[in-house]
């Protein structure tokens, strides 16, 4: 059974720092990419970063570019997303997504995060 918790989501001061993390089971997850997207209130969900299978490869979206970073340990089946500087338009629940070698695709059930002073 596949699984993808996120976890780490929180209220944060503008400015502020927050870590998530997305523990993952049920899959070769040292095979898979990794992703993060969010959703704010009234819009579409909007990818944030991507992550390839070893770790060297990645990716952001020009908004969170310089702030935030993507990682993974393939030891402990966890992708993270390390947000620093966080501003109120970061503010949305955040998922994470794997693709797997077989291209199959996962999400986890989303983590808050709201940025406001």
């Known amino acids: 059974q596949v699984q993808l918790v996120e976890s780490g989501g929180g209220l944060v001061q503008p400015g502020g720092s927050l870590r998530l993390s997305c523990a993952a089971s049920?899959?070769?997850?040292?095979?898979?990419?990794m992703k993060w997207y969010r959703q704010a209130p009234g819009k579409e969900r909007e990818w944030v970063a991507s992550?390839?299978?070893?770790?060297?490869?990645?990716n952001y979206a020009d908004s969170v570019k310089g702030r935030f970073t993507i990682s993974r340990d393939n030891a402990k089946n966890t992708a993270y997303l390390q947000m620093n500087s966080l501003k109120p338009e970061d503010t949305a629940v955040y998922y994470c997504?794997?693709?797997?070698?077989?291209?199959?695709?996962?999400w986890g059930q989303g983590t808050q995060v709201t940025v406001s002073s």
């Open positions: 997504n794997a693709i797997t070698w077989g291209s199959s695709s996962y």
């Open positions: 049920g899959f070769t997850f040292s095979r898979s990419t």
């Open positions: 992550i390839g299978s070893h770790g060297i490869s990645t």
